[in-house]
């Protein structure tokens, strides 16, 4: 499917998704007072007072809206849709009413099998390091079940602190919109662009909401749904060459995905459950802990983000040595990170600091 889209045309979308969200957004608010989804402070949360957190519903909303008045119906369009209600719901029963993470698990594989089954939208194929991999079916099948259900729960995992997973998602969105401008010649209008820069409004507007200090949460409901969003875009986005690797989206999402992996290694260590066993010891907890303040730490992860997408921006434009250059910065920071903290291993020497204070 493509549909022409100018500059006057996306920022038509992005301020018409973007006012809606801002609309809808605090009607969630009150409904989550009324219907009970609200998340009260414990040990494991870093709010202080009771917070909504059906946020996600006035971005799905403003989202659907605006593509009912931009986008164009196709089959994995349909599907997409059909997808993202049955994410949403499944979310939006967790936020109510907690319930067990094979449920999420069941809902959110259900959601991306009918993206694969009936939209047809599939990792059949892969360029890496000069090697050409093709998947058959049914195991294209697989590997794509395995790449959206890991960038959902890396989405998901990233929404432990206010505007955090739905900043991550903009600038994700925004890199796609600029490298599928840059390729295509400043020309858009494909599937996966168009959902993007809808998407981009939707959260500008939530993120009013969000940014700390937080008046409401984008819940399980939306944060599965905006991982929904994502993914999908990853895929279409390869299959249309709006990415000429895989690799670019996953770079681009490198943050949340290498705090994945950083919470299962840590989890495994500890013999932990590392799906089951929620702890505060997160890329954005390190950072509290180092003492800055959540706006702070929200800014640093922002701006890692952004130097990730500038690299995968290079990336994409053919500047291998200078995107390497940046991506190996950027891992050198993290190396850092974990030494300085423990995200992966005790920080015996702060623990022994901390223990003197309180003394």
Do not use: W
Not at 215 to 227: E, H, L, R, T
Not at 243 to 251: D, E, G
Request: a positive charge.
């Amino acid at each position: 499917m493509r549909l022409e889209v100018n500059v006057v045309n996306i920022c038509l979308m992005i301020l018409t998704t973007f006012l809606l969200s801002v609309l809808f957004v605090p009607l969630c608010k009150k409904i989550a007072f009324h219907i009970g989804a609200i998340d009260y402070p414990n040990k494991r949360r870093l709010n202080k007072v009771p917070m909504p957190t059906i946020g996600g519903l006035g971005v799905f909303f403003s989202f659907l809206i605006g593509y009912m008045l931009f986008g164009r119906g196709t089959t994995e369009m349909i599907s997409i849709l059909i997808a993202s209600f049955i994410i949403l719901m499944v979310g939006f029963i967790d936020d109510i009413k907690p319930i067990s993470a094979k449920y999420q698990f069941f809902g959110q594989t259900l959601a991306v099998l009918i993206i694969i089954l009936y939209g047809k939208i599939t990792i059949d194929d892969v360029t890496m390091l000069g090697a050409h991999i093709f998947f058959p079916a049914p195991l294209n099948y697989l590997v794509t079940l395995i790449f959206m259900l890991g960038i959902i729960n890396a989405i998901d995992l990233s929404d432990g602190m206010d505007g955090l997973s739905s900043g991550i998602s903009i600038i994700y969105f925004l890199t796609i919109v600029i490298i599928a401008a840059v390729i295509g010649g400043g020309k858009l209008g494909n599937m996966d662009t168009t959902i993007a820069i809808l998407m981009i409004g939707s959260l500008l507007g939530f993120l009013v909401y969000n940014f700390p200090p937080a008046k409401i949460y984008i819940g399980d409901s939306g944060s599965n749904f905006v991982g929904l969003m994502v993914a999908t875009t990853a895929l279409y986005g390869f299959k249309l060459a709006t990415f000429t690797s895989l690799l670019i989206p996953l770079a681009i999402l490198a943050t949340p995905i290498i705090d994945v992996l950083f919470s299962i290694i840590r989890r495994s260590l500890q013999k932990k459950n590392p799906f089951t066993n929620p702890d505060k010891d997160h890329l954005h907890h390190q950072l509290l802990k180092m003492k800055f303040s959540t706006k702070t730490s929200l800014l640093i992860i922002y701006t890692i983000n952004l130097c990730f997408s500038g690299a995968s921006v290079l990336y994409a434009l053919g500047d291998i040595t200078y995107a390497l250059t940046l991506y190996i910065a950027l891992m050198v920071i993290f190396l850092f990170i974990v030494l300085k903290t423990d995200i992966l291993f005790p920080n015996r020497k702060r623990d022994k600091k901390n223990e003197k204070r309180e003394n």
